[in-house]
């Protein structure tokens, strides 16, 4: 009789495009997440948390939806046969809550969200199918100031985290402008906003590629289409030379002065009632920032910026950062965005029917702190706990006392749990844990009142130089009495 085959056991990894975040990835990611909150706190907007789960038709057209309603996201069928999705974005969630509950919110609604979010795309380095986000919007506003109250809280924010004025950039740019570029091109037509989409779906795509495929690329895009270096060809949007000619006039609009960049934007938008209310949209921005004291160093006017999203109506800003980092092959480039947003007026009108302003930004937090990292500004507190060893299990509870006063006294703490027997794999788990301190308490400590402590950061340094003259007066361990735990453990801790 043949034996059934032992069931497979399962492979000890996440799906393919997550990953699992440890201790100071957490603590990192919160602490940064706290600050960012404090100054959305301090400009009137309050917290919102939404359902992880949303209808796909609540989620929007703003997907890649073409056969399948769940395109794009991780969404399946319900028994009631809707189609539910895990949220794409913090968006799409805020204008269905701004529609449910708008007879009972401020109007102005003014919210912000941190959370993950899901997209079912193709994974690569440093890309994933679940990473957070850190959204702050403004719902039932038409006044650009709006905007210029979510740019100024932007750049706000990236100081706030230790991203110091002259290595980031916030820039702004309007859709309306681009609109009128591209209506004085002739690819777009007022009366007949479908016609034309298309072709403006890969203008977009082709300027928000500038940084990276620079003037012939995005031209090449432009007209007929790009092959890359891999010989893939990507079609393109068909524009004669001198429609593409207008198009990269505005890419390169950018001037000295802001005042300087919106005359030669109002050049190009000559003609197109579109694009003069985008340019004096503009100016009005750039004039209540410059009110409040935000100048070119933190805050500019880039015809560059375009946002990808096809829900964008008005303002789009991006923050940018400008340090230089090493690439994997050791070259140098900027870090590149980490936030970015836009006004969006049409969004929650899908629910009501009636066209509801709205304006918003959203950082990508993992990029954030990612960046933080490769500056070495982290402000986190990763140190690990004070451990109590255990040289007599029998004693437990008398450690167990030590680590509850050194709790009370809100240290970080933590009793061995593990078999007390080897003493030196206490002391390994100590230095697994990044403890500063380990208490070490025997039978003749205990009848002699006392407990020795054993500074864990301070002897690391010492093996790694013992001829360090700085530490030669400070011992690394020290006997104190077993009633000064707590305050000996502060100095050490201090020190």
């Known amino acids: ?23 100071a990835e957490v603590t990192e990611r919160k ?15 309050d917290p919102l948390e939404t359902s992880a789960v949303e209808t796909v038709e609540a989620l929007g057209k703003f997907l890649p939806d073409v056969d399948r309603p769940n395109e794009g996201v991780f969404g399946w069928q319900d028994e009631d046969a809707d189609w539910l999705a895990l949220r794409y974005d913090l968006t799409a969630p805020l204008a269905r809550v701004a529609a449910q509950y708008r007879n009972d919110l401020p109007s102005p609604y003014r919210r912000y969200a941190m959370g993950p979010v899901w997209r079912n795309e193709k994974p690569g380095p440093g890309r994933f199918r679940q990473f957070y986000q850190c959204d702050a919007d403004t719902v039932g506003s038409a006044s650009v100031a709006a905007d210029a109250e979510i740019c100024a809280m932007l750049s706000d924010a990236l100081e706030v985290v230790g991203i110091p004025r002259g290595d980031y950039v916030v820039k702004v740019n309007n859709r309306k402008v681009l609109n009128g570029v591209m209506e004085v091109a002739g690819v ?159 969004l929650v009108k899908r629910f009501t029917g009636q066209s509801v302003p709205a304006t918003g930004v959203s950082i990508g937090v993992d990029r954030l702190l990612a960046a933080l990292r490769a500056k070495g500004r982290v402000s986190a507190d990763t140190t690990g706990p004070v451990v109590v060893t255990v040289m007599d299990r029998d004693r437990m509870a008398d450690y167990m006392a030590m680590v509850g006063e050194l709790r009370a006294a809100g240290i970080r703490a933590e009793a061995y749990l593990g078999n007390p027997k080897n003493f030196g794999n206490q002391l390994k788990y100590a230095d697994k844990r990044a403890s500063p301190v380990a208490v070490i308490q025997g039978g003749n400590e205990a009848a002699a009142g006392t407990v020795i402590l054993k500074d864990l950061i301070l002897g690391a340094k010492i093996a790694e130089s013992a001829t360090l003259e700085e530490w030669k007066d400070r011992p690394a361990q020290v006997e104190v009495p077993r009633a000064d735990l707590v305050a000996a453990v502060k100095r050490m801790l201090a020190q």
Not at 3 to 19: H, I, L, S, T, V
């Open 1 to 23: 009789m043949a034996q059934d085959k032992p069931a497979r056991r399962p492979r000890a990894e996440p799906p393919k495009g997550f990953r699992d975040y440890f201790g």
């Open 31 to 45: 602490a940064m997440l706290d600050k960012i909150a404090e100054v959305y706190h301090r400009y009137g907007f």
């Open 188 to 346: 777009l037509d007022p009366l007949d906003p479908e016609r034309f989409s298309a072709e403006r779906g890969i203008v977009l795509r082709a300027i928000d590629k500038i940084d990276r495929l620079g003037d012939d690329g995005v031209r090449a895009l432009l007209g007929e289409g790009r092959k890359d270096e891999s010989g893939d060809f990507t079609k393109g949007a068909g524009l004669t030379p001198d429609q593409a000619e207008i198009v990269m006039g505005f890419i390169s609009a950018k001037r000295a002065t802001g005042a300087e960049t919106v005359a030669r934007l109002r050049e190009l938008v000559a003609g197109s009632a579109m694009g003069a209310e985008g340019v004096q949209e503009l100016e009005s921005i750039a004039e209540l920032l410059a009110a409040q004291g935000y100048g070119t160093d933190r805050i500019v006017l880039d015809p560059g910026v375009v946002r990808g999203l096809g829900y964008y109506t008005g303002p789009v800003y991006e923050a940018e950062l400008t340090f230089d980092i090493l690439d994997e092959k050791g070259r140098k480039r900027q870090f590149g965005s980490v936030a970015g947003g836009g006004r969006y007026d049409d």
